[in-house]
């Protein structure tokens, strides 16, 4: 076994410096050491449900960057010292009709997580990116185009591939109306993709007070939700609405806005909702949802990016600060993505 240092829950609102276990290399793996790990909601969530009682370890981070440090002998995509980027899906069965149409994301047995998965091989508990070194199959790494930030590019591989996803599966580009609903970590980088596609972008935000913010981003305009005649008027405008709210709410005011035949795309909120289905029959509008990307479609969105100058809007930590960020991102004070320096790891 190999042996890295990282952070690894020692109960919900905790976390603590520990010596990990990595695997040896396999013949199809990469070792890489983590340069910087994108802190997301979905590390809030895994710590909150973490209990005494938990048997499992949990090391969270599942966007991260860094570089190769050793290869398998089948490797022959990677070398040492090459930059790479992993995501939050680290393996699937290959063989399935979702896997053999290059959505891994969708795999009938379920993709394995970056960190709280079962490795198909030898069942341990996959451990994520707040740590100095991850192994990884090589055909789940994916090199880092040279134009990206490594930094900014980490939440590309969660955050980044989620609104992704969405926006090439319905066809957004030149001629497109998107909006998107909540601009936050997803939100912000929904706004860029889309303006980059060459779709005209909205903003959909509780109050006025992110207009030149969405602006800066790229977006065309900004709706405000609580203004009822805002809404009004915007009704049955977008082709495209890219629903990135983390809470649950209300999906009605949001289904109005969607032009006929157009679609309302779940991406933040994933529990239980409640439609009515005149509001889908009116306009024949669509609800749908998405969650991260396989592997075509997530090489395709970092090579977009880089030719589009499309990065996070980020805070770095040092990674000893990790219990910082977490609080932080639970009141919503970053604008957009919290990634963390791994190098004080050594």
Same mark, same amino acid.
């Given at each position: 076994?190999?042996?890295?240092?990282?952070?690894?829950? /020692?109960?919900?609102?905790?976390?603590?410096?520990?010596?990990?276990?990595?695997?040896?290399?396999?013949?199809?793996?990469?070792?890489?050491?983590?340069?910087?790990?994108?802190?997301?909601? $979905?590390?809030?969530?895994? @710590?909150?449900?973490?209990?005494?009682?938990?048997? /499992?370890?949990?090391?969270?981070?599942?966007?991260?960057?860094?570089?190769?440090?050793? #290869?398998?002998?089948?490797?022959?995509?990677?070398?040492?010292?090459?930059?790479?980027?992993?995501?939050?899906?680290?393996?699937?069965?290959?063989?399935?009709?979702?896997?053999?149409?290059?959505?891994?994301?969708?795999?009938?047995?379920? %993709? $394995?997580?970056?960190?709280?998965?079962?490795?198909?091989?030898?069942?341990?508990? $996959?451990?994520?990116?707040?740590?100095?070194?991850?192994?990884?199959?090589?055909?789940?790494?994916?090199?880092?185009?040279?134009?990206?930030?490594?930094?900014?590019?980490? %939440?590309?591989?969660? /955050?980044?591939?989620?609104?992704?996803? %969405?926006?090439?599966?319905?066809?957004?580009?030149?001629?497109?109306?998107?909006?998107?609903?909540?601009?936050?970590?997803?939100?912000?980088?929904?706004?860029?993709?889309?303006?980059?596609?060459? /779709?005209?972008? #909205?903003?959909? +935000?509780?109050?006025?007070?992110?207009?030149?913010?969405?602006?800066? @981003?790229?977006?065309?305009?900004?709706?405000?939700?609580?203004?009822?005649?805002?809404?009004?008027?915007?009704?049955?405008?977008?082709?495209?609405?890219?629903? #990135?709210?983390?809470?649950?709410?209300?999906?009605?005011?949001?289904?109005?806005?969607?032009?006929?035949?157009?679609?309302?795309?779940?991406?933040?909120?994933?529990?239980?909702?409640?439609?009515?289905?005149?509001?889908? @029959?009116?306009?024949?509008?669509?609800?749908?949802?998405?969650?991260?990307?396989?592997?075509?479609? #997530?090489?395709?969105?970092?090579?977009?990016?880089?030719?589009?100058?499309?990065?996070?809007?980020?805070?770095?930590?040092?990674? +000893?600060?990790?219990?910082?960020? @977490?609080?932080?991102?639970?009141?919503?004070?970053?604008?957009?993505?919290?990634?963390?320096?791994?190098?004080?790891?050594?």
């Amino acid at each position: 076994m190999r042996t890295t240092t990282g952070w690894q829950a /020692a109960g919900p609102t905790e976390l603590r410096r520990a010596s990990l276990e990595r695997r040896d290399l396999r013949p199809d793996d990469i070792a890489v050491q983590v340069h910087y790990c994108g802190v997301c909601h $979905t590390d809030l969530h895994a @710590l909150h449900a973490y209990g005494q009682h938990t048997k /499992a370890p949990l090391v969270p981070g599942h966007e991260f960057t860094g570089v190769v440090t050793g #290869t398998g002998p089948e490797v022959t995509t990677f070398s040492v010292g090459d930059h790479v980027a992993v995501g939050n899906i680290i393996d699937s069965c290959g063989v399935c009709a979702m896997c053999e149409a290059g959505q891994e994301n969708f795999c009938h047995s379920f %993709p $394995t997580l970056t960190y709280g998965g079962t490795d198909r091989l030898d069942g341990s508990t $996959t451990l994520g990116g707040y740590s100095r070194e991850y192994v990884v199959r090589d055909t789940f790494a994916y090199p880092l185009p040279s134009g990206l930030d490594p930094a900014a590019a980490a %939440p590309l591989m969660c /955050a980044g591939i989620t609104v992704w996803e %969405p926006l090439r599966s319905l066809g957004v580009g030149p001629g497109s109306r998107v909006a998107v609903a909540g601009l936050g970590g997803l939100g912000h980088l929904a706004v860029k993709m889309a303006v980059a596609l060459g /779709a005209t972008t #909205t903003v959909i +935000s509780r109050t006025q007070d992110k207009r030149n913010d969405a602006r800066k @981003l790229g977006a065309h305009d900004l709706i405000a939700s609580t203004d009822t005649q805002q809404m009004a008027t915007a009704r049955d405008t977008f082709d495209v609405v890219i629903d #990135t709210i983390s809470a649950p709410h209300d999906l009605a005011p949001y289904l109005k806005l969607v032009a006929m035949d157009g679609t309302l795309s779940l991406l933040g909120y994933l529990g239980p909702v409640t439609v009515e289905a005149t509001d889908l @029959l009116i306009g024949r509008k669509k609800l749908s949802s998405a969650g991260s990307g396989g592997r075509l479609a #997530t090489a395709e969105m970092l090579q977009f990016c880089a030719d589009n100058s499309i990065a996070a809007d980020i805070e770095v930590l040092p990674s +000893s600060q990790v219990d910082t960020a @977490l609080d932080r991102l639970r009141r919503n004070d970053v604008r957009y993505r919290f990634v963390l320096d791994m190098s004080d790891l050594d």
